[in-house]
T-cell receptor, first 114, second 113 residues
Framework: DVKVTQSSRYLVKRTGEKVFLECVQDMDHENMFWYRQDPGLGLRLIYF???????EKGDIPEGYSVSREKKERFSLILESASTNQTSMYLCASSKIRDTNTEAFFGQGTRLTVV | GENVEQHPSTLSVQEGDSAVIKCTYS??????FPWYKQELGKRPQLIID?????GEKKDQRIAVTLNKTAKHFSLHITETQPEDSAVYFCAARSLYNFNKFYFGSGTKLNVKP
């Protein structure tokens, strides 16, 4: 059974805190993604990575950074959390060379910034 | 980059009726179109997908159609059941730009018993 695992299901952080969201996949996928899910806005891409130490900005990268030191792990970092970053965060992974395969999602992290 | 638009945002049907969700995309290089179902509190999971060399694909009560010329694709659910109630996302995968997935804004389907 394929697995994308996010380290936390729920998080509550204070404004200004540095927040780390962790994601691990065991499918040897090259691509990893971080999406933010808000009602009525669908899944918006924050950052993605196509290889170790490689990263590309998505549609809404402001206020976020990422780290990919190992192929299986992709971290999303909120440098200084703000209330408008309260949201559901979804990690996903996929193969890069086979274009006709799906993305697999983690279970999501619901982050509340107070 | 790619832009995927999805309609409607909410859809309410009676059990046993059909439901249709439509998506359009902008990048002619997109060649893979998956549909995901997200039940309340759960992760999105693939329910059906279609590749750009195919016009239609069926899997039991679910079907997807693709019109490459018009750049739109649709999800059809027949004989809907209450367990079909969920949020559905369409997506397009670009052949270029590292094969990123671009998602629609989602459709909340409610099947009334």
């Amino acid at each position: 059974d394929v697995k994308v695992t996010q380290s936390s299901r729920y998080l509550v952080k204070r404004t200004g805190e540095k927040v780390f969201l962790e994601c691990v996949q065991d499918m040897d996928h090259e691509n990893m993604f971080w999406y933010r899910q808000d009602p009525g806005l669908g899944l918006r891409l924050i950052y993605f990575s196509y290889d170790v130490k490689m990263k590309e900005k998505g549609d809404i990268p402001e206020g976020y950074s990422v780290s990919r030191e190992k192929k299986e792990r992709f971290s999303l970092i909120l440098e200084s959390a703000s209330t408008n970053q309260t949201s559901m965060y979804l990690c996903a992974s996929s193969k890069i060379r086979d274009t006709n395969t799906e993305a697999f999602f983690g279970q999501g992290t619901r982050l509340t910034v107070v | 980059g790619e832009n995927v638009e999805q309609h409607p945002s909410t859809l309410s049907v009676q059990e046993g009726d059909s439901a249709v969700i439509k998506c359009t995309y902008s990048d002619s290089a997109s060649n893979y179109f998956p549909w995901y179902k997200q039940e309340l509190g759960k992760r999105p999971q693939l329910i059906i997908d279609i590749r750009s060399n195919v016009g239609e694909k069926k899997d039991q009560r679910i079907a997807v159609t693709l019109n490459k010329t018009a750049k739109h694709f649709s999800l059809h659910i027949t004989e809907t059941q209450p367990e079909d109630s969920a949020v559905y996302f369409c997506a397009a995968r670009s052949l270029y730009n590292f094969n990123k997935f671009y998602f629609g804004s989602g459709t909340k389907l409610n099947v009334k018993p």
